[in-house]
């Protein structure tokens, strides 16, 4: 299976001032807490020499900083609420004296960077892409990116002899079920010499193709409730193995990779917006050559 990739050119997330920020999920990882009650765009929130500071101010710079104009102080958790205003009246009393670089080209050259970023953001963000054009993606390319390999569930237990191994799987033979994999576990801890022993010779789901070949074939061979009734024999010393699980080719559900493919194709279609605007430049190059 393929990952779909996500351009770094448009990756908002990257820019943002504030950890957890990120549009709808303000109310994410770090930005957790209930909004300030009675919140409303005219509420004044400081004042700096005279000069009232609103809400509307604050969510301006907000939305300037993280190139997010969905981000508002009323749905922020009350308790960042002053960080921000305070960042804010900081950045107003630096800019006093940063202004005085307005006028060199190097700001200049800045500013132009700064409101293409936030043009593409903008644009980024007004792309719509419909569930009927995700899904139809998702069917045209599943086999691609979306299909899932082979994985077994399984336990072990590791010896150091062929003969040690045997007396395990003779121990074993005869039980089902719960009373196997309870017997397998116990024997697991006090036998394997694996690392898996402490979780009595778990190793969970995993791709065949991990695993040295020996061990994947032997595996591959069994159907889940089965051990092996001969001892395996890899680099690692002989193993013992019981498979618990096991999951043939399927396909990731599109509920779970649907704002994947959204975000794919939203950028998809800024890029081709990109192309037709530049293949309307007529640029002609006049770089010295060495």
């Known amino acids: 299976m393929r990952k779909i990739i996500i351009g770094s050119m448009i990756s908002v997330a990257a820019l943002f001032a504030f950890p957890g920020m990120q549009g709808m999920g303000m109310h994410g990882s770090g930005m957790q807490g209930k909004p300030l009650k009675g919140l409303t765009n005219k509420t004044v929130l400081a004042t700096v020499d005279g000069r009232k500071i609103t809400v509307a101010e604050i969510n301006a710079y907000l939305q300037g900083i993280t190139g997010d104009n969905r981000i508002r102080l009323q749905d922020l958790p009350a308790q960042h609420v002053k960080k921000f205003v305070s960042q804010y009246i900081d950045t107003l009393e630096l800019y006093k004296k940063a202004k005085s670089v307005e006028n060199t080209p190097q700001f200049k050259a800045a500013k132009m960077k700064l409101a293409v970023d936030m043009w593409l953001k903008k644009r980024y963000q007004d792309i719509k892409v419909s569930d009927k054009e995700a899904k139809t993606f998702y069917e045209k390319n599943k086999d691609l990116y979306f299909k899932t390999t ?15 191994a045997q007396k395990l799987i003779n121990e074993l033979k005869g039980l ?42 032997a595996a591959s061979r069994l159907k889940p409730g089965q051990i092996t009734l001969k001892p395996v024999h890899t680099r690692f010393g002989y193993h013992v193995i019981l498979v618990e699980g096991k999951q043939t080719n399927s396909y990731l559900p599109f509920d779970k990779v649907k704002n994947q493919i959204i975000n794919y194709l939203k950028q998809q279609k800024l890029m081709n917006e990109i192309k ?10 006049s770089i010295p050559n060495n």
């Open 176 to 217: 089902h079920g719960k009373a196997l994999e309870e017997k397998f576990a116990k024997l697991a801890k006090k036998y394997s010499i694996g690392p898996s022993k402490v979780n009595g010779g778990e190793l969970g789901w995993f791709d065949p193709k991990q695993m040295v070949p020996a061990f994947s074939d």
């Open 276 to 285: 037709k605007i530049k293949a309307q430049e007529k640029v002609k190059y």
């Open 150 to 164: 082979p994985k077994i569930k399984a336990r072990h237990i590791l010896v150091k002899s062929e003969k040690e």
